[in-house]
Nanobody, 124 residues
Framework: QVQLVESGGGLVQAGGSLRLSCAAS????????MGWFRQAPGKEREFVAT????????YYADSVKGRFTISRDNAKSTVYLQMNSLKPEDTAVYYCAGRTSGAYSTLFRQYDYWGQGTQVTVSS
């Protein structure tokens, strides 16, 4: 079983940057795809970015493409989300998620384990 712990959230002004980290414990991290999702108040959880097991393939939601970058360091069992040019509409709780499959996915139902979430607030 894998446990995920996110960090790096906080309050930032519009146009600023944040880097989220998600540290995993467990021996299956390096073989599984990872993803980031977010949920704003009153809204459904939505896909943000995903990366396959090796880090060689990534996919982004249109709303963050060109501004966010997902990456992973399998030696450190950590996945990152670099967020640049942040907008107020990026405000949400951000969740890290992992799959036992190595293929990336945009569907939250295909993820097997989740972190507790970290709050990102972007002020205008």
């Amino acid at each position: 079983q894998v446990q995920l712990v996110e960090s790096g959230g906080g309050l930032v002004q519009a146009g600023g940057s944040l880097r989220l980290s998600c540290a995993a414990s467990g021996r299956t991290f390096s073989s599984g795809a990872m993803g980031w999702f977010r949920q704003a108040p009153g809204k459904e959880r939505e896909f943000v970015a995903t990366i396959n097991w090796s880090g060689g393939s990534t996919y982004y939601a249109d709303s963050v493409k060109g501004r966010f970058t997902i990456s992973r360091d399998n030696a450190k069992s950590t996945v990152y989300l670099q967020m640049n040019s942040l907008k107020p509409e990026d405000t949400a709780v951000y969740y890290c998620a992992g799959r036992t499959s190595g293929a990336y996915s945009t569907l939250f139902r295909q993820y097997d384990y989740w972190g507790q979430g970290t709050q990102v607030t972007v002020s205008s």
